[in-house]
């Protein structure tokens, strides 16, 4: 389906790409579902809370520096601003540079939701520019303005002419989705149509989308090999980079749920190519999608040069982990875009992958086509056993009760504490770029092995810790309270 | 470059006669040449059942609850003429949020991009009553609907529906938003009922752009399940239809309302009361308007034309 940036709204992933929340079964039976389009969802009679797409949305555009952000919503929806906030400025600082991006909640009450808030949202709008002189203002639509069909779009429009700067209604009402990654798509469709501006020339830069630019140097450092500087989104973005991201030679996301509906708009409004490689997440990974921008920019026999000498210094001592690593038994989860690139790297170091829990699933991407991660994995012979569960946890920790593993892994820290709370060994992959590269391999495997060879921690907060959950839910199914798919 | 959609929204009073004469309307630009799609707005979802042999179609929310996701594509029907009949839908009686319903299954047309890709000339938004919340004033946003026709009788309650729809043309006409063609006015058999109609456009600056008069002739076509262009297509209800369609394909121009507010609209409808008693009691009508506002201007139908139907 092609992207349409003629609306401030966009389809939630679950009408756009037919994605899921419920499923639990094998990965042969979901790729080769998702590949004829007969991948239904299973709602659960009974659920635990999740995330919503619309902290996910504003979130991202509070990454770009020197903006505001106008959650028009009761207060409750901004409870994510002190947070949002603090993360921001951590980064910032963590980067060296400075951000005044503001957050702001304009506390819908009774009366704003009986009458319709349109007019003091005008005027918050115009008092956040008097205030702080942002770069861009970005609108965020809630559950209250869903349902009253408050028209911030017309407000957009009539302030356009009077603020001086990019403004933009965000369609991310809580109830539209069950998927927050709906978020990340929204949050690109307000910089595709407010920030992006056509082309002038072809720069020496890509696009590099990510959550919170870790490696930044480490990334610098190896695109310089190939005459490239990545410009990373959004966190510590400045509207002035965002506004040239069509003049990029390609677009490149660490994770494929994030960078899908960015890419293939760019690549389909403005031709930059969008690389759509397995990620480079372990040695298979990295080769692959370095081998593919090298191609994509013209630069492959740098590539190859490259690739030749860190293989040289990073292989012998990945070969060496290997040994160590073999036969550990992991459960995981984590958002689709690294569930099925980790189980990958997994069973490249000699690790079992005994259940693998992805939080939503999209069948297919942006472009019509099954993520390659899924395809990668089939072919290589994987057929390891799955859900796909909404960060329900009770259905973790069954799971993980009923496996006993030797390790679980996620990328959500909540979810490792509840892990470590009934006793199993959890390690917590927040930094995407932990595992990116022959360094990360290492990096990762290293910590694999700290983590299960050192095991007072859960032992004793388990022994302190008593689980809401009965010996009657342990004993079910982990997917008992699903219903039949739809 | 594409060419450009008419995008009509008809709205009116819940039982006015708004579906029929939407349904007709769309009948009559089918037999003109052009490729219309009828989208109901209406939680009842039997906007097109005229144009359907009297089916109802699956709606677009009722196939969004089932399926979880819906290509718009699939809940386009063809009906009478290959006009594309679209459904809504909504919650039923008493539950839920029809204004939602509304505004959930717009955006996903837009979003998809179907009106385009369809190559249509014209989409007319057929709208349940009087703009009672931002979901039934979706169609006449900024961008969608820019014409804006209200179905109304010489009936108070009708009448007020129409104050209330040309108070939310008002609010969003300086956004973009869609501006008022006229009003049809139904069911209009008698004269001191045309004067009605024709009073209270004076008073808010608009025109009527048909007089339809009640008709058996619809309702034998109704029972049919069909359009009146469709059963009767030479019968003078169908002529009226005709008329009437070709009138909205002409249009070019439609205003800014100037609605009356609480006060006057109650004071214009008393007036009108004294003089509807006047009449029954002596036949001798006085004259009823309310006391002069500066009306904006606008175009009116030629004398000769607003004869059609009576």
Redesign the interface.
Same mark, same amino acid.
């Given at each position: 389906m092609s992207i349409n940036l003629n609306e401030s709204s966009v389809g939630t992933r679950e009408n756009r790409l037919g994605s899921i929340t419920g499923y639990s079964g094998r990965l042969s039976d979901l790729v080769e579902r998702s590949h004829c389009g007969t991948l239904g969802n299973h709602e659960r009679c009974f659920s635990q809370s999740s995330t919503c797409n619309s902290s996910c949305g504003l979130s991202q555009l509070a990454g770009i520096r020197d903006v505001a952000v106008i959650n028009h919503a009761p207060s409750g929806c901004t409870a994510v601003a002190p947070g949002i906030a603090t993360l921001d400025r951590q980064m910032a600082t963590k980067r060296g540079v400075t951000t005044d991006t503001v957050f702001i909640g304009t506390d819908m009450d009774e009366q704003d939701t009986v009458f319709g808030a349109t007019g003091p949202l005008k005027d918050i709008v115009r008092e956040i520019y008097r205030r702080y002189h942002p770069r861009a203002i970005f609108i965020g639509a809630s559950c209250v303005t869903g349902i009253i069909g408050e028209d911030i779009d017309s407000v957009v429009d009539d302030l356009r002419d009077e603020i001086p700067v990019p403004l933009a209604a965000i369609h991310c009402e809580g109830f539209r989705s069950r998927i927050w990654a709906s978020g990340f798509d929204v949050a690109d469709q307000a910089v595709m149509t407010s920030l992006v501006k056509p082309p002038k020339q072809r720069s020496n830069k890509v696009n590099f989308k990510n959550f919170f630019e870790s490696a930044r140097d480490e990334i610098i450092d190896i695109f310089s090999n190939f005459d490239v500087e990545p410009t990373f989104l959004y966190v510590n973005s400045t509207v002035d980079e965002l506004e040239h991201l069509s003049e990029a030679q390609a677009t490149i996301s660490i994770c494929g749920t994030l960078g899908t509906y960015l890419g293939n708009a760019l690549e389909e409004h403005y031709g930059v190519p969008y690389i759509r490689t397995i990620n480079p997440l372990g040695v298979t990974g990295f080769e692959t999608w370095l081998r593919e921008i090298g191609k994509v920019i013209g630069k492959s026999d740098k590539v190859e040069a490259y690739i030749a000498q860190e293989r040289a210094k990073y292989l012998p001592q990945i070969e060496k982990l290997k040994g160590e690593l073999e036969g550990i038994r992991v459960v995981l989860g984590m958002g689709p875009g690294y569930t099925f690139e980790v189980t990958r790297v997994l069973e490249e170091l000699g690790m079992e992958v005994v259940w693998a829990a992805a939080w939503h699933f999209d069948p297919n991407y942006d472009n019509g086509a099954v993520p390659p991660s899924m395809d990668h994995l089939l072919k290589n012979g994987s057929d390891f056993k799955l859900s796909i569960t909404d960060q329900q946890n009770y259905e973790i920790l069954n799971i993980l009760d009923h496996y006993q593993p030797d390790i679980y892994l996620s990328r959500h820290p909540g979810t490792t504490v509840w892990a470590i709370k009934q006793g199993v060994p959890a390690l917590c992959v927040t930094d995407e770029y932990m595992i990116f590269g022959y360094r990360g391999v290492l990096r990762f495997g290293n910590s694999v092995l700290d983590t299960i060879r050192n095991r007072s921690f859960e032992k004793n907060l388990a022994a302190r810790s008593e689980l809401p959950y009965t010996d009657w839910w342990y004993q079910q199914d982990a997917d008992a309270l699903m219903k039949e798919e739809l | 470059m594409a060419k450009k959609i008419k995008q009509i929204a008809i709205y009116g009073k819940g039982g006015i006669g708004k579906s029929t004469t939407t349904s007709n309307i769309s009948a009559a630009l089918s037999t003109m040449g052009y490729k219309v799609m009828q989208f109901g707005c209406d939680p009842k979802s039997d906007s097109t059942n005229t144009l359907r042999g009297g089916d109802y179609i699956p709606t677009v929310l009722d196939t969004?609850r089932?399926?979880?996701?819906?290509d718009a594509r699939d809940v386009i029907f063809p009906g009478f003429n290959d006009i594309y009949c679209v459904e809504a839908g909504g919650p039923a009686p008493g539950v839920g *949020?029809a /204004?939602?319903g509304i505004?959930t299954a717009v955006?996903?047309f837009?979003?998809?991009?179907v009106f385009e890709e369809l190559d249509l000339d014209y989409v007319i938004y057929d709208v349940l009553g009087d703009v009672v *919340?931002? /979901?039934?004033?979706?169609p006449i946003?900024?961008?969608i609907a820019e014409h804006v026709f209200t179905v109304s009788s010489a009936d108070f309650m009708s009448i007020y529906a129409a104050n209330n729809l040309f108070k939310g043309i008002e609010k969003?006409s300086?956004?973009?938003?869609a501006l008022l063609g006229g009003i049809i006015a139904n069911s209009i058999n008698q004269p001191y009922a045309q004067e009605i109609v024709d009073d209270f456009a004076k008073q808010t600056g608009t025109q009527v752009v048909s007089y339809v008069p009640r008709s058996v002739t619809v309702t034998q076509s109704e029972l049919q399940g069909k359009t009146t262009i469709e059963a009767f297509p030479d019968s003078a209800q169908a002529k009226v239809y005709t008329d009437l369609a070709q009138r909205i394909a002409n249009h070019t121009d439609s205003i800014t309302p100037a609605p009356l507010d609480g006060p006057a609209l109650r004071n214009w409808a008393s007036k009108w009361a004294d003089n509807l008693l006047a009449i029954e009691q002596s036949g001798t009508p006085i004259s009823a308007s309310v006391p002069a506002t500066p009306l904006p201007t606008t175009s009116s139908i030629p004398a000769s034309e607003k004869a059609v139907a009576v």
């Open positions: - | 969004l089932e399926k979880g996701r819906v *949020c /204004g939602r505004i955006t996903l837009r979003q998809q991009k *919340c931002g /979901g039934f004033a979706m946003r900024e961008g969003y300086n956004t973009g938003g």
